[in-house]
């Protein structure tokens, strides 16, 4: 069992930053995959960015890809998204979640956070 909690969202102007975090409880978390998605109103749930249990491997949505950067502290349990040059279009509610494996799939990711709100204003 892993449980996930965000924190970092806000309103950021465009061309600004944030950096989200993803607490984990459970000593497990290193054994897992993590990843972040982010929900728009009125669409899907669409990925962003993904890493490999020992952060070796990441995986980025060409939307992002240059501009955010996902990264984890196994020591803390903790996943980050430290994103760059926000755009209008990156808001968002962002969600981490955990699988057994690196996959841009939201349905493999069986553990999810509650979400924080991204606004990015123009």
């Known amino acids: 069992q892993v449980q996930l909690v965000e924190s970092g969202g806000g309103l950021v102007q465009a061309g600004g930053s944030l950096r989200l975090s993803c607490a984990a409880s459970?000593?497990?978390?290193?054994?897992?995959?993590m990843g972040w998605f982010r929900q728009a109103p009125g669409k899907e749930r669409e990925f962003v960015a993904a890493?490999?249990?020992?952060?070796?491997?990441?995986y980025y949505a060409d939307s992002v890809k240059g501009r955010f950067t996902i990264s984890r502290d196994n020591a803390k349990n903790t996943v980050y998204l430290q994103m760059n040059s926000l755009k209008p279009e990156d808001t968002a509610v962002y969600y981490c979640?955990?699988?057994?494996?690196?996959?841009?799939?939201?349905?493999?990711?069986?553990?999810w956070g509650q979400g924080t709100q991204v606004t990015v204003s123009s």
């Open positions: 979640a955990a699988s057994s494996r690196v996959t841009s799939n939201f349905r493999d990711y069986g553990y």
């Open positions: 459970g000593r497990t978390f290193s054994m897992y995959a």
């Open positions: 890493i490999s249990w020992g952060g070796g491997r990441t």
